[in-house]
């Protein structure tokens, strides 16, 4: 436990006891996002965060409001909204903080499944036992956090002696990626059942493949529509304004006030929207790429 967790233990450990059972979403959710806290430490420092954000940020609002001579009334009412709304954005935004790992990591894994899966058949055709198959599937960094969700059934057989059967049901418990534990769960009936896991693999493999080309193939289509307002509404309207500015300057007599605004449009307006229009297919995109 780091000292800052530890000094927010001690401020607000004991008030939030009795508050944990709501919590509990969150609780799930720190377990599915590796985030090695335990729920009474993670709220006692999301409250000693925000409350600091209070103690800091009051003053300057105060000393800003001041400055600018806005009025008693306006300035009182304004410094206490912002120093209420602040501090309760960045609780909020703890809470959140979790679902957006596990978000992730889900993206992560179901990107990296239907190519893990391919290889873990391959490895099963040869009829290895369950825990040897996940062990060598364990060394190969590039399937990402299927390979770390791996890792983690190999680490409960060899260093906590758990069974194979055990370990990958643990595993299905807490991996946040549904299709991960459709698979996780396939496996474990297989090996129940006295199946061939190794055929199972291989048509789930298809299955996911199947799933993974049909995404592609929905993106590919949205992406033309993103494409086509993209340079409509970004492109073309920023050029259609700077000509229509630079005539209107023209008749002004060479306004400076439009010639900053035209500065501000291209070399400010179009780079930031083009870099969210970028962030935004990168997020949308099956690949995450």
Do not use: C
Request: aromatic share 14%; hydrophobic share 50%; charged share 20%.
């Amino acid at each position: 436990m780091s000292f800052y967790t530890k000094i927010s233990m001690k401020f607000f450990g004991k008030m939030i006891e009795p508050y944990l059972n709501y919590f509990s979403d969150l609780k799930d959710d720190l377990k599915k996002a590796r985030i090695g806290m335990s729920l009474e430490e993670y709220l006692s420092v999301a409250l000693m965060t925000s409350f600091l954000v209070f103690l800091l940020e009051m003053p300057m609002i105060a000393l800003i409001l001041a400055l600018l001579r806005l009025g008693f009334l306006f300035s009182f009412i304004t410094a206490i909204t912002i120093s209420i709304l602040l501090p309760l954005g960045f609780f909020i935004a703890f809470l959140n903080y979790p679902k957006l790992i596990v978000k992730d990591r889900v993206k992560s894994i179901e990107t990296a499944l239907p190519f893990a899966t391919t290889y873990l058949s391959t490895i099963a055709s040869s009829n290895l036992p369950a825990d040897q198959i996940f062990k060598i599937f364990s060394k190969f960094e590039e399937y990402g956090e299927v390979t770390k969700e791996v890792r983690n059934i190999v680490a409960d057989v060899e260093i906590l002696g758990a069974d194979v059967n055990t370990a990958i049901e643990k595993a299905a418990e807490r991996t946040p990626s549904k299709n991960f534990k459709e698979v996780l769960w396939g496996i474990l009936s297989t090996i129940r059942s006295g199946g061939n896991l190794g055929e199972y693999l291989r048509s789930k493999t298809r299955s996911l493949l199947q799933e993974y080309r049909r995404k592609l193939y929905e993106f590919s289509h949205s992406l033309t529509v993103y494409m086509e307002v993209y340079l409509t509404a970004l492109v073309v309207g920023a050029l259609f304004f700077i000509i229509l500015t630079s005539v209107m300057s023209g008749f002004a007599g060479g306004s400076i006030s439009l010639v900053f605004l035209q500065f501000i449009i291209v070399f400010f307006v179009v780079p930031l929207i083009s870099i969210a229009f970028i962030v935004f297919v990168k997020t949308i995109s099956p690949g995450g790429e």
